[in-house]
């Protein structure tokens, strides 16, 4: 069925002839328009000027009833001529259209299935040649029916030596084993590589951390045994008279550390300077 037969197939015999007279009351709706807005509104004029509103809704209500029968009228036969349209055509067409879609999708998606396939061998033949194993989806080949195999083959073999050649980067590496492992992740060797050496800095941190409080804690051991050794503690059971000497010794301590030292004396009655 031609182009120029289906033109003729539908055609409008006669356009809709709408006769009005809207020029003729134009100007007398202007002076009834200009005759209310002349008005005045005030007390004593105010139901003068609503009689004079009231007129022009009412001018206004009578136009627009015709317009609409006038609107409707002519969308009468357009909305019957659709209903046939659709009946006796167009879901026909409709129909016909969705059946052969699914058979061309079928027969397409069967192609795209022979097209993987072949590229799932390549690949796997590919890795087994580098010595590696690599995912197929993990590459992200976007197989459509317009992607040649030749293209596709070339991202794969483009991709799996990138791979090989980064396997061998990461046996080098300090922490080869867990690069390794974040590697084998993503496959993107500066962010596995990055996330290790970051995890290990991270630990040194900590074990640094821990390290600085036993110092510092065994350092505290030590000034409470000196202490200990300088001056002697006993309860007093009655009060005898002791020989006051002095005595002198070093203390390695922080801030904090002095300051409980002098209560600790205080406590005791010890006079220091």
Known sequence: MEENELNNIVVIKQLPIIEQKLKVISDE???EIQYALSLECNEESKNEVKNAR?????????????????????IEPYN??????????????????????EKIDLIENE???????????????HCKANNIHIDFEKIGLNIT???????????????????????????QEEFSSEILYEYGKSLNYIEAKTKVLQRH?????????????????????????????????TAPVEMVDEEINTYQFEVKATKEQV????????GLGVEYK
């Open 29 to 31: 709706v202007d002076k």
């Open 111 to 125: 192609q795209k299935q022979q097209k993987e396939q072949i590229l799932r061998e390549f690949v796997e033949e």
């Open 201 to 233: 800095k991270e630990l040194e941190e900590i074990k640094k951390q821990q390290e600085q409080k036993q110092e510092v804690e065994e350092q505290e051991e030590k000034i409470v045994e000196k202490v200990e050794e300088t001056i002697e503690i």
């Open 259 to 266: 300051k409980q030292i002098i209560e600790f004396m205080k």
């Open 54 to 74: 009231a007129k022009l809704n009412k001018i206004k209500t009578t136009l627009e009833d015709k317009r609409k029968q006038v609107k409707n009228a002519i």
């Open 145 to 171: 029916l317009s992607a040649s195999e030749k293209s596709l083959k070339e991202q794969a073999k483009a991709f799996i030596e990138k791979v090989a050649s980064e396997l061998k980067l990461i046996e």
């Open 80 to 101: 019957k001529f659709e209903i046939i349209y659709n009946d006796l055509v167009k879901d026909k067409l409709n129909n016909a259209d969705s059946t052969l879609k």
